[in-house]
């Protein structure tokens, strides 16, 4: 049998621009890099930040890229 990478379950703590948190959800991933992806193809113009956590740890945010 291959060897299998480990799996993570992490949260995505998804942030209106005013702050307050708008959506939580919980992913399983092969690590930070793979979430941030996710998370940052989710942002929109109601969404603007992202804050990963793995546990009680942050792992990552995610900013939304604002038009110039």
Do not use: C, Q
Not at 30 to 51: H, S, T
């Amino acid at each position: 049998m291959e060897f299998l990478p480990p799996v993570s379950s992490f949260e995505i703590r998804f942030h209106k621009s005013d702050g307050s948190v708008s959506l939580i959800m919980t992913i399983s991933a092969f690590g930070p890099e793979e979430v941030k992806l996710r998370a940052f193809k989710m942002l929109n113009a109601d969404l603007a930040y992202a804050i990963i956590w793995l546990g009680m740890a942050e792992v990552a945010t995610v900013h939304r890229d604002k038009p110039n």
